[in-house]
Each structure stands twice: as C-alpha cells, then as structure tokens.
C-alpha cells in the first residue's frame, strides 16, 4: 500500500519578503497515521527534489512534527522528492495534498500535479487535502469533464483564518471563496478547529488542527480500498 504525498516547490509568500512553502505538521501527522497502518509515502512536488518549509511551522516541540523531521527515510524522501513525470500513478491507492501558503502558487497551475490527482482517482484510489492542500484539487477535472470537487462536501483554510493571519490580500486568491466557484460544497468551523470532511474517496481538511483527524480517515479508506482489491483478486 502507498500513498503519495504533494508538496509545494514555492517559497516565497506574495510580496512580502517572507519565506512559506509546506506546514510541517501538515504532512507529518497524516505520515505518522498511514505509518501505523503499515501504509508508505512517497514524496512528489511541482519540482522535484529538495522543497521549502514554511519556517512558522518548524514545530518539533510537536513530538509526532520531531518524529518526521529526525526519521532518516523521510528527510532522504524530502531532499529528493519525485517529479511529477517520474512517478507511476498506478501503483498509489492515495494521494495527499499537503498544505502551507505555498500551495496556492503553484498547485492550481501545475498540470502534471494536477493529473496525479485525477488518475489515482479515476483508478479507485483516495484524494486528500489539508488546509492550503486543497488548491492543488482546484482543476482537477475528471473523465466526463467535471471539476473532482463539484457537488462535494469539502473543508478547506477560510476566508475567516486568512484574515486572522493578515495574508488575506497577500495570497493569489480566496481557497474558500474559489471551491465554491468549483460548485464544491464548503463546510466551515469556527477558525482553527478541527474540521474533516470525507465524501466517497475525497478527504480534505480546514486547517493544521485537522491533519491529525485527517490522517486518521485517509489511512482508514485506503485500507478499505486495499481491502476491495485484495477480495476482488
């Protein structure tokens, strides 16, 4: 069982001189969830190779966030995260698109990224996003031309917890205001509560305080999924 992991290759937060890239948490908590499942991850970004953290989630304070950061097989995976082009969409029964502010630069126009999405999906596999995450579902369209998110109950960072950080005229767009766009249905909680929300094989999260709860159901499908084939087999 896999799972493939997305990870932003931008670094710089709009014009403010600021570093971003992905939340540490972000990715090590939904990691630390599929790891106890027996489930491995690889890493993939528009890129490739080495990718930017966001310094203002440098938390090892977090000891699952410590677990991640010190594990000798995710750093070597993190300095060489795959290119789009080089990874086999076929053998994931997941994908997961972790957040952090660099997301919304490059996942929405990245159309290799993009189409990792819709084939592990239209193959049977699960799609997740947390926080940010979700702007690399913006354009995913499936087989029959509809947008991945229309007609889906999503959760995604707010226009609410935009503000409360002061990016909200920094970042390139509203997340929350274009899944609606999507025609995605955007279920919110109050800012920086935990809030997953699953819809048949898409998983998708508000928020860091999600990731923990989204791992969690992002494991659980995937072994269900596996669980599918293997009788099917």
Known sequence: MKVLFVLTSHSELGSTHRKTGYYLSEAAHPWKKLQERGIDIDFVSPKGGPCPLDPSSYDLTDPINREFWEDAEVQKKLKNTLTPSGVDANIFEGIHYVGGHGACWD????????QLGARIYEHGGVVSAVCHGPAGLLNIKLLGGTYLVQGKNVACFTNSE??????????????QDCMKERGAFVHLKHDWASNVQVDGRLVTGQNPQSANELGEKLGDLVLEIQGRRIVAN
Request: aromatic share 10%; no cysteine; charged share 15%.
């Open 107 to 114: 996942f929405p126009s990245n159309v290799p990224i993009i």
């Open 162 to 175: 935009e503000e409360s950080v002061g990016l909200s005229k920094v970042v390139p767009f509203s997340l």
